[in-house]
């Protein structure tokens, strides 16, 4: 019989628990450029795309049950979003970066786009 895989939530300090990620749609307009821009433009929310060229909103913003020591006070009761990360080695922020490309400002994400040939500029008459 094989060993169980445990996950090594005791010795990364709880990466996971430290945001939250909603994915989004890949942007293809002008106005979807221009929102991520807008997200951007907010503190502590970044934009990524992962490994599977999935795009991200990301919030940054602790887990109210993570303890001073990393551990989560509510273990036993946590929801099934954490129950299911990492549950395969190799599979959570403790061996890779999740991150393909990360935005943590408009600047960084206008000058992907223009790296990209992206035409993401509105065109304003005042």
């Known amino acids: ?15 996971c628990c430290a945001y939250v990620a909603i994915e989004l749609d890949r942007p293809r307009s002008k106005t ?11 503190k502590n929310v970044n934009v990524f795309i992962d490994h599977d060229k999935n795009w991200h909103v990301e919030f940054r913003t602790p887990c109210e ?4 020591d990393k551990k989560c006070k509510n273990y036993v009761n946590r929801p099934a979003i954490c129950r299911e ?7 959570c922020e403790f061996y890779d970066s999740p991150y393909l490309e990360y935005f943590s400002s408009c600047r ?4 992907y786009l223009d790296k990209k040939g992206v035409d993401w500029r509105f065109r304003y008459r005042n």
């Not at 979807?32 to 907010?42: G, T």
């Not at 960084?108 to 000058?111: D, I, L, R, V």
């Open 65 to 68: 049950f993570q303890g001073t």
């Open 1 to 15: 019989m094989a060993d169980q895989y445990t996950p090594p939530c005791d010795k990364c300090g709880g990466k």
């Open 85 to 91: 990360h990492g549950t395969s080695e190799g599979d």
């Open 32 to 42: 979807d450029y221009d929102h991520i821009r807008w997200y951007l433009a907010h």
């Open 108 to 111: 960084e994400f206008e000058a």
